[in-house]
């Protein structure tokens, strides 16, 4: 991707861009609502973004892996959105959750290319959010707080401003102002918020936690801390090494695992799910009210599988800590291969397609083993 961003002051090579990066072509033809995009389809808006982002100033004078960092997330932004239109039978076209759609599309292109974690994950977030900045600031001031320092732990809100200035300068619309006085505004709440050009600093990660936990929290109060036992939830694709991980790392702790219940009731993946969690959920109950620290072991890929669970951990006075575990693919595929109770190479395919790494604002500690 490096090789492919333009230096400051120079156009991007759309050529070469388009025949290395073969995913910008089913950009091309995907429409768009005219109302918000007279411009043209996505791949002739997705064009008009970079080229505002590397026209600008701003961007020259970024650093090296911030320019890369907001040229990929340009360049990647609207990928999603040939997967999500849907045209209503007025003709009038949308793309709902595009934007998280995205990004996971994104996660999984960038692994693919060999990109690195940091930088990927940086990227991801860019993605998730780049509209964001387009409306926050018409929303409840508290909420729009509480958004504007999410974002901030996983990418830096000034880099997300510039993104959302070039997705505005790159379309042709009612009314363009509007959307670029709306980011000033962004940048101007996130500096009142002591998170524009990095993360919000919170005072320990227990307030963190309660922060996002709990509407309306003051996000620098010290939120006293009642935690009485410590789950390690462990995270990753089937294969990426989660079990050696543990094995290796944490020896001693008491193992809720799918697989090992899974094995136990002697059925493969996807059978008898139910029964499976069901099990599984009596399992930790029982290490929660004990107060006994243990391991969660499973895929949890997803963050709303991940928010259910960590929900029931939180309800007994649990700290957080998840562990995600990450291989290359070659690495991935080679590893469930071995693995007993191997996953099916189109059940891997599916979690990939809706695969969301864990972050800041779910957990008191996010560990990541690169593998």
């Given at each position: ?14 050529i070469?861009?388009?025949s290395e990066?073969p ?15 007279a411009e043209g389809d ?9 080229e505002?982002?590397?026209?600008s100033?701003?961007w020259?004078?970024l650093?090296?892996?911030d ?6 997330a340009a360049?990647l932004?609207?990928?999603?959105k ?6 209503d039978?007025?003709g ?14 994104a996660r999984?292109?960038l692994?693919?290319?060999?990109l690195?974690?940091a930088l990927?994950?940086?990227?991801c ?5 780049h509209q964001?900045?387009l ?5 409840d001031?508290l909420e ?13 809100n000034?880099?997300?401003?510039m ?13 363009p102002?509007?959307l ?6 962004f ?8 998170c524009l050009?990095a993360?919000?600093?919170f005072?320990d990660?227990h307030?963190?936690v309660?922060?996002f936990?709990?509407?309306g929290t ?11 036992l410590?789950?390690t939830?462990l995270a990753?694709l089937?294969g990426?090494?989660?079990?050696s991980?543990?094995?290796?790392a ?16 002697g059925v493969?993946h996807g059978e ?6 069901q ?6 109950k029982?290490?929660l009210?004990?107060?006994?620290d243990?391991?969660w072991?499973g ?7 991940r ?10 006075g649990a ?9 290359d693919?070659p690495g ?8 007993a109770?191997?996953v ?15 972050d800041?604002?779910e957990?008191h500690?996010?560990a990541?083993?690169?593998?």
């Amino acid at each position: 991707m490096a090789d492919l961003m333009p230096a400051p002051g120079v156009a991007p090579d759309w050529i070469a861009l388009e025949s290395e990066l073969p995913w910008l072509n089913d950009l091309a033809g995907c429409p768009h609502d005219p109302v918000h995009h007279a411009e043209g389809d996505v791949l002739v808006h997705t064009r008009m973004v970079v080229e505002a982002l590397t026209a600008s100033d701003a961007w020259a004078r970024l650093p090296e892996m911030d320019r890369l960092c907001v040229f990929a997330a340009a360049l990647l932004h609207d990928i999603a959105k040939p997967a999500t239109t849907r045209i209503d039978a007025d003709g009038r076209v949308s793309q709902p959750g595009h934007s998280r759609k995205g990004a996971i599309m994104a996660r999984a292109i960038l692994w693919r290319m060999g990109l690195p974690f940091a930088l990927r994950e940086r990227i991801c977030t860019l993605i998730l959010h780049h509209q964001i900045p387009l409306f926050l600031i018409e929303k409840d001031p508290l909420e729009a707080r509480r958004r504007a320092i999410e974002i901030s732990l996983g990418a830096p809100n000034h880099l997300l401003a510039m993104l959302a200035e070039a997705d505005a300068r790159g379309r042709i619309c009612r009314n363009p102002q509007r959307l670029l006085d709306n980011i000033e505004l962004f940048r101007e709440l996130c500096a009142e918020a002591d998170c524009l050009e990095a993360a919000f600093a919170f005072p320990d990660d227990h307030s963190r936690v309660r922060f996002f936990e709990t509407r309306g929290t003051d996000p620098g109060h010290v939120q006293h801390d009642d935690t009485r036992l410590t789950v390690t939830m462990l995270a990753g694709l089937p294969g990426a090494g989660k079990t050696s991980w543990l094995k290796r790392a944490r020896p001693e702790l008491p193992v809720v695992g799918l697989d090992e219940i899974r094995t136990g009731f002697g059925v493969d993946h996807g059978e008898i799910e139910g029964r499976v969690l069901q099990e599984a959920k009596a399992r930790a109950k029982a290490h929660l009210r004990a107060g006994t620290d243990f391991a969660w072991s499973g895929t949890n890929i997803g963050r709303e599988t991940r928010s259910q669970w960590i929900g029931l951990f939180r309800a007994y006075g649990a700290r957080v800590r998840i562990v995600y575990v990450e291989t290359d693919e070659p690495g991935l595929r080679h590893g469930n291969r071995r693995r007993a109770g191997r996953v099916p190479d189109p059940v891997i395919d599916r979690m990939i397609s809706r695969w969301e790494i864990p972050d800041r604002t779910e957990a008191h500690e996010i560990a990541v083993v690169l593998r």
